[in-house]
């Protein structure tokens, strides 16, 4: 493969958990292409299964969607260099009122790479135990607990469609056979 090789990188708008580029991009055919770049700080998520097996899902709103969606667990790194596991713990307790010192790295996941460099460390949290829900001052979801086979039933009908969830509940599923 021949080299593509970026000229420049310009910051257009400086959010707090993402940044968007204009990348000026050398092409081998010798063309300079303008391509958009989204860089953000990273994520965790974590699919946390209960004693009877059912998995704590999240239901809320997402405005880019414009409607409610289940998902797993998930949030933003504090900062880049957070461990992915301290982000997966810290999600589980805050959006579902569970904690466990049992969590294990089920996959990782970039979810847009195309022009995105989120990149998500997703965890299984077994052994729940019980906590407190310490949700942000913007945030407002309620906690379902599902079957794995309904889950995967739901992705199959297209009514699941986030990428981190699907890639981790089918993951969990190949893995654990469930």
Known sequence: MEEIKRIKRELK???A???VYKDYMQIPNGHVAEWDFIGHKGAAAVVPVREDGRILMVRQYRNALERYTLEIPAGAVNYVEEPKIECA???????TGYRSEDLELLINVNTTV???NEFIGIYVAKNLIPSRQHLDE??????EAWELNDLIDMILRQEITDSKTMAALMAYKIKYGK
């Open 114 to 116: 195309a022009f995105c």
């Open 17 to 19: 958990i993402l940044d």
């Open 138 to 143: 913007d945030e407002y979801l309620n906690v």
């Open 89 to 95: 713990a810290r999600e589980l307790e805050e959006e």
């Open 13 to 15: 708008y400086h959010g």
